[in-house]
């Protein structure tokens, strides 16, 4: 059976990935792809490296016929998903790659993201989207809310040692470097060659991150109490890639056997022998997450460290995984690309 998929928002650099993945899928079929500003142009001339494809114009929203569409991903920007999702008709499945179904609480939605939800309804119906732990949520769902790609990186670290409790919940502290293709595809004068190259800094620094409200959700869930993380993301001059080291007190062997039992059956995190720590040139345009653990030089504490694909693992990968589930396709299917390197 082939699968009839739109993707909404199809110019943005999820957008261009998705069409990359989809593209190598035996059961998937791209009829519609979106883009506002771009509509009427062809996906060859907004991305040359996927001239090769037989792919549809790029069109207005209004102009897909949504009745001929199995499953639509959602790559718009933030409070925009969250309108069109909701005029979508109800039969076709959804999968959102933006921030506004990834937060339960309304309240706690409108404190990170600064306004009040449009979709209140299908807010209390969206699956969160990280596969190994929401599996069989997904497998059932209509809309499925993608995570935050730092929210990830994080995740994969910690929600384990959380629910083993291996670690003490209240010295956690979580730094990040991710490429600035995580920052998306718009023009921002901090984003310019210029402002950007030679150099790396921290930003929403003191907890003002809104992937925050992920760890909050999460892990707080996990526990059965609130845990509140320390969280520092850095911006570096690299185009993709996430680099997350996590500090934290617990024994490191422990931890690595932890890590390791959690994700053994896991097809696409991998965790390295214990002492080993993992790169982002390792995981580089694939699906892949790698985790790494190594005692640190003071007793009973340990350092964890995650690498993945922001725009792959961290994003539409994880979606193509997502709705490999929902459509009742092997999860593996269209996401065995080898990482490319060097």
């Given at each position: 059976?082939?699968?009839?998929?739109?993707?909404?928002?199809?110019?943005?650099?999820?957008?261009?990935?998705?069409?990359?993945?989809?593209?190598?899928?035996?059961?998937?079929?791209?009829?519609?792809?979106?883009?506002d500003r771009k509509a009427g142009m062809e996906m060859a001339a907004v991305?040359?490296?996927?001239?090769?494809?037989?792919?549809?114009?790029?069109?207005?929203?209004?102009?897909?016929?949504?009745?001929?569409?199995?499953?639509?991903?959602?790559?718009?920007?933030?409070?925009?998903?969250?309108?069109?999702?909701?005029?979508?008709?109800?039969?076709?499945?959804?999968?959102?790659?933006?921030?506004?179904?990834?937060?339960?609480?309304?309240?706690?939605?409108?404190?990170?993201?600064?306004?009040?939800?449009?979709?209140?309804?299908?807010?209390?119906?969206?699956?969160?989207?990280?596969?190994?732990?929401?599996?069989?949520?997904?497998?059932?769902?209509?809309?499925?809310?993608?995570?935050?790609?730092?929210?990830?990186?994080?995740?994969?670290?910690?929600?384990?040692?959380?629910?083993?409790?291996?670690?003490?919940?209240?010295?956690?502290?979580?730094?990040?470097?991710?490429?600035?293709?995580?920052?998306?595809?718009?023009?921002?004068?901090?984003?310019?060659?210029?402002?950007?190259?030679?150099?790396?800094?921290?930003?929403?620094?003191?907890?003002?991150?809104?992937?925050?409200?992920?760890?909050?959700?999460?892990?707080?869930?996990?526990?059965?109490?609130?845990?509140?993380?320390?969280?520092?993301?850095?911006?570096?001059?690299?185009?993709?890639?996430?680099?997350?080291?996590?500090?934290?007190?617990?024994?490191?062997?422990?931890?690595?056997?932890?890590?390791?039992?959690?994700?053994?059956?896991?097809?696409?995190?991998?965790?390295?022998?214990?002492?080993?720590?993992?790169?982002?040139?390792?995981?580089?345009?694939?699906?892949?997450?790698?985790?790494?653990?190594?005692?640190?030089?003071?007793?009973?504490?340990?350092?964890?460290?995650?690498?993945?694909?922001?725009?792959?693992?961290?994003?539409?990968?994880?979606?193509?995984?997502?709705?490999?589930?929902?459509?009742?396709?092997?999860?593996?299917?269209?996401?065995?690309?080898?990482?490319?390197?060097?």
């Amino acid at each position: 059976m082939t699968h009839k998929i739109a993707i909404l928002g199809a110019s943005g650099y999820t957008g261009a990935e998705l069409v990359r993945l989809i593209a190598t899928h035996p059961n998937m079929d791209i009829v519609a792809l979106s883009a506002d500003r771009k509509a009427g142009m062809e996906m060859a001339a907004v991305f040359p490296h996927l001239r090769h494809l037989d792919l549809p114009t790029l069109c207005k929203i209004d102009e897909i016929d949504f009745d001929a569409v199995d499953l639509c991903f959602c790559a718009l920007p933030h409070a925009t998903s969250q309108k069109v999702i909701k005029a979508l008709p109800g039969n076709v499945k959804v999968i959102d790659l933006s921030a506004d179904f990834r937060i339960r609480d309304p309240e706690e939605y409108a404190k990170w993201y600064g306004g009040e939800h449009d979709a209140i309804e299908l807010q209390k119906e969206a699956v969160y989207g990280l596969t190994e732990f929401y599996r069989d949520e997904i497998k059932n769902a209509r809309l499925v809310a993608g995570t935050g790609c730092n929210a990830a990186t994080g995740q994969y670290i910690l929600r384990p040692l959380i629910s083993a409790g291996v670690i003490d919940f209240d010295h956690i502290i979580l730094d990040l470097k991710c490429g600035v293709s995580g920052a998306g595809r718009s023009l921002k004068e901090n984003l310019l060659h210029a402002e950007l190259s030679e150099g790396y800094h921290a930003y929403a620094i003191g907890g003002t991150h809104r992937h925050l409200g992920e760890f909050d959700q999460e892990f707080s869930l996990l526990a059965g109490r609130d845990v509140r993380i320390q969280f520092t993301p850095h911006l570096v001059p690299a185009n993709r890639g996430i680099l997350a080291t996590a500090y934290v007190h617990g024994d490191a062997q422990a931890v690595h056997d932890t890590l390791a039992a959690a994700y053994a059956d896991e097809p696409f995190v991998e965790v390295l022998p214990l002492g080993e720590a993992p790169s982002t040139k390792h995981v580089r345009a694939s699906n892949f997450c790698h985790l790494g653990v190594v005692a640190d030089r003071i007793e009973g504490r340990a350092i964890v460290v995650a690498a993945l694909d922001n725009l792959t693992k961290g994003s539409s990968g994880q979606a193509l995984q997502n709705a490999n589930l929902m459509l009742g396709e092997e999860e593996t299917t269209g996401l065995m690309l080898a990482p490319v390197f060097p």
